[in-house]
């Protein structure tokens, strides 16, 4: 049920969001999401890419810092209260949220959010035992393509 992120350290100046991105397109490797977290200096770049093997050693061979973190799916009816719902569960099962971004994908009535939980096993575990849809990988990748 969990995903793996890449999380790229980079400096916050014009074009240096560009060069990671440009690295991985020369290999070949096709972003499925992003999500982007910055100061006035720095910057966060997270990805999901289906094989976050090869993107994690080919940015760390060029130099990025580059750190892998576990991330969960979550699959949100698309309505208004849908995202209240789940984090209601959240917030009664006490699971700390550190950030969370929209993936891009849709199906009917439905939406993927991606979260990263400073527990994720436990907070896959509180979000089954409330009847929530978790997406696995595999479902994840085959729908964003």
């Known amino acids: 049920m ?7 350290f ?3 100046r014009p074009g240096h969001l560009a060069k990671p991105l440009e690295l991985l397109s020369e290999q070949g490797i096709n972003l499925l999401n992003l999500s982007l977290a910055d100061t006035a200096e720095f910057g966060i770049l997270r990805i999901i890419v289906r094989d976050w093997q ?20 979550v699959d949100v009816e698309d309505r208004p209260g849908g995202l209240a719902e789940v984090l209601q569960v959240a917030g009664r099962a006490d699971l700390k949220i550190e950030y969370m971004y929209a993936f891009p994908l849709r199906r009917s009535d439905r939406a ?3 979260f990263r939980f400073e527990q994720p096993d436990r907070a896959i575990e509180q979000l089954q035992a ?9 479902e994840l990748f085959a729908a964003a393509e």
Request: glycine letters at 8%.
């Open 10 to 12: 980079l400096e916050n």
């Open 130 to 138: 409330a009847g929530g849809h978790l997406i696995d990988a595999e």
């Open 54 to 73: 090869k993107a994690e050693q080919v940015l760390k061979d060029a130099g990025w810092v580059v750190k892998l973190t576990e991330v969960v799916a």
């Open 112 to 114: 993927a959010l991606i």
């Open 2 to 8: 969990k995903l793996q992120q890449l999380s790229i």
